[in-house]
């Protein structure tokens, strides 16, 4: 069985900045791709970023091209998303994501099987 644990949310200031970690326990487990998702209070869980090993391919929403960056180590089955330039509405619970399969639709939820359990963050203004 393969857990995905995330760490290193937390409370920080408007313009500040976070890491957060996420590494793969259990089994043996190659993943083709690993995301990040959010969910904000009242929200729907919302694509962040994702990273295919494959190619080395970087996929970011948005509203944090320029400020966040996923990076991470395929053999170790470990991702981070480093988040600067933190604003008020980054505030959410992130979620850590992993599939072992190749699936073209890196931004929809469906195509991961396996999450973490979550870890708050919050911007304060």
């Known amino acids: 069985q393969v857990q995905l644990v995330e760490s290193g949310g937390g409370l920080v200031q408007a313009g500040g900045s976070l890491r957060l970690s996420c590494a793969a326990l259990g089994r043996t487990f190659r993943s083709y791709t690993m995301a990040w998702f959010r969910q904000a209070p009242g929200k729907e869980r919302e694509f962040v970023a994702a990273?295919?090993?494959?190619?080395?391919?970087?996929y970011y929403v948005d509203s944090v091209k320029g400020r966040f960056t996923i990076f991470g180590e395929s053999a170790k089955n470990t991702v981070y998303l480093q988040m600067n330039s933190l604003k008020p509405e980054d505030t959410a619970v992130y979620y850590c994501?992993?599939?072992?399969?190749?699936?073209?639709?890196?931004?929809?939820?469906?195509?991961?099987?396996?999450w973490g359990q979550g870890t708050q963050v919050t911007v304060s203004s």
């Open positions: 994501a992993g599939t072992t399969y190749y699936r073209a639709t890196y931004y929809s939820r469906a195509s991961y099987d396996y």
């Open positions: 990273i295919r090993w494959s190619g080395s391919n970087l």
